[in-house]
């Protein structure tokens, strides 16, 4: 399989502990983002890469979240100090992106469902 | 404040009809405009894309309009299949998305 894979798929974890999650998107694709989805909600931006570059952060997006692509392949999104309230789905996606590439499809992932007890 | 709006309620449709959808947006000039579809538990699966010069864009059984001066989008299912059963998400922007709540069809068979 070819598309944008994440792991772990779910992930219970207590109030206060820490967590990361891994996307790998699909190989050729140079840009990365991550969104998180609330029940009954569309997906809300996080952030997004272009190859290792971290280009826009979202203002929603507390200090406790930090997220990488060291080799501009995988990317990783950790949240510190987990809180009820991170409770989401977070989702990757990957677009081959560019000059003269405007405008162009994302390919999601299935997602990491998190569960803050 | 920038605002995406789609129909909170679902649309319950017969088999064979044309469901349409509606997308409203307050406070954006995007340059482009994308509708995905979600089934339960997955992640968003890429329609179509319609960019602001475009007035109308097709595939398959799905067809777009963008009404820029409106500010709104259509999302047209002709002859609806149960399989189609899902919820649909507009979506305004080129890297950083901003998408709607999305609007739920259920195609009766």
């Known amino acids: 399989d070819t598309g944008v894979s994440q792991d772990p798929r779910h992930k219970i974890t207590k109030r206060g502990q820490n967590v990361t999650f891994r996307c790998d998107p699909i190989s050729e694709h140079n840009r990365l983002y991550w969104y998180r989805q609330t029940l009954g909600q569309g997906p809300e931006f996080l952030t997004y890469f272009q190859n290792e570059a971290q280009l826009e952060k979202s203002r929603l997006l507390s200090d406790r979240f930090s997220a990488e692509r060291p080799k501009g392949s995988f990317s990783t999104l950790e949240i510190q100090r987990t809180e009820q309230g991170d409770s989401a789905m977070y989702l990757c996606?990957?677009?081959?992106?560019?000059?003269?590439?405007?405008?162009?499809?994302?390919?999601f992932g299935p997602g990491t469902r998190l569960t803050v007890l | 404040s920038q605002k995406i709006e789609q129909n909170s309620e679902a649309l319950n449709i017969q088999e064979g009809k044309t469901a349409t959808l509606t997308c409203n947006y307050t406070n954006y000039s995007p340059a482009y405009l994308q509708w995905y579809r979600q089934d339960p538990g997955r992640g968003p699966v890429f329609l179509l894309l319609?960019?602001?010069?475009?007035k109308e864009k097709r595939k398959e059984r799905l067809k777009v309009t963008f009404d820029t001066t409106l500010k709104q989008s259509l999302f047209h299912i002709t002859a609806s299949q149960p399989a189609d059963s899902a919820t649909y998400l507009c979506a305004l922007g080129n890297n950083r998305l901003a998408f709607g709540k999305g609007n739920q069809v259920v195609v009766i068979p």
């Open positions: 319609i960019r602001e010069n475009e």
């Open positions: 996606a990957s677009s081959l992106g560019g000059l003269g590439l405007a405008g162009n499809e994302q390919f």
